[in-house]
C-alpha cells in the first residue's frame, strides 16, 4: 500500500512521522519516521481488505510537529490467490 503527502515548506523541518489507524479520525500509532525530502511510503504490514487511515506529520529540529495531513482510506491489497482450505 503506497501512501504519498506533500513536502512541507517550512526550511526547518528534519523529518515526516507516519501514523498508522483502523478506526477513521484517530491519529492511530506511529509506525515509522522518514527524513525531510522523503514523500512516499510504502507500508507493507497491511491485512487484505482491512481500510487503514493514515496522518502525516512534519516535525521540525526543535520537536515541533506540524498540524496532521490526513488521508482518504487506503484497502489492504486483496490476497494474490485463495489460501488452500486445508491449512
Known sequence: ???EWESSLEDDVVAYEIY?????????V????????????????????????????A????????SAQYSAPRMGNPLPFDPPANL
Not at 510504502?42 to 487511515?53: C, E, G, I, R
Open 1 to 3: 500500500l503506497v501512501l
Open 59 to 66: 516535525r521540525d529540529k526543535a520537536g515541533n510537529v506540524s
Open 30 to 57: 506511529l509506525i515509522t519516521e522518514v527524513a525531510f525530502g522523503i514523500t512516499s511510503l510504502t507500508d507493507t504490514l497491511v491485512f487484505p481488505n482491512v481500510a487503514y487511515y493514515y496522518t502525516v506529520v
Open 20 to 28: 498508522r489507524s483502523e478506526i477513521e479520525g484517530q491519529p492511530g
